[in-house]
């Protein structure tokens, strides 16, 4: 999930090296291989990368936020259901749907 955040504030370089390995399963010679470089250079790359998205987060703290705005907007789906149970309003369902949106970004 980090990369997903802060993938982006890596190199080109980093970036192929991780998805690689993160989404592609591959093996170190597998992509040492199809980054010309060597296995422990891969290595390397891959848990420095680690490093410094887990630095990220402990700075910048978007992921931790994320959750917390999720676990929020489930709670206020709960209130909204039940005022929905009890009132059967229109405009809650519109309110409802704004946020069954928000929920799935």
Same mark, same amino acid.
Do not use: P
């Given at each position: 999930?980090?990369? @997903? +955040?802060?993938?982006?504030?890596?190199?080109?370089?980093?970036?192929?090296?991780?998805?690689?390995?993160? !989404?592609? @399963?591959?093996?170190?010679?597998?992509?040492?291989?199809?980054?010309?470089?060597?296995?422990?250079?891969? !290595?390397?790359?891959?848990?420095?990368?680690?490093?410094?998205?887990?630095? !990220?987060?402990?700075?910048?703290?978007?992921?931790?936020?994320?959750?917390?705005?999720?676990?929020?907007?489930?709670?206020?789906? @709960?209130?909204?259901?039940?005022?929905?149970? @009890? +009132?059967?309003?229109?405009?809650?369902?519109?309110?409802?749907?704004?946020?069954?949106?928000?929920?799935? !970004?």
């Amino acid at each position: 999930m980090l990369f @997903d +955040f802060y993938g982006g504030l890596l190199t080109k370089k980093q970036q192929e090296c991780l998805r690689m390995h993160l !989404y592609q @399963d591959l093996s170190l010679s597998e992509i040492a291989s199809l980054m010309n470089v060597s296995r422990q250079a891969a !290595y390397d790359t891959i848990h420095r990368c680690e490093a410094i998205l887990e630095n !990220y987060e402990q700075k910048l703290k978007a992921m931790e936020r994320d959750k917390l705005i999720k676990v929020s907007l489930q709670d206020i789906m @709960d209130d909204v259901e039940s005022l929905k149970a @009890d +009132f059967q309003i229109k405009k809650i369902s519109g309110t409802e749907e704004k946020i069954k949106k928000l929920l799935e !970004y």
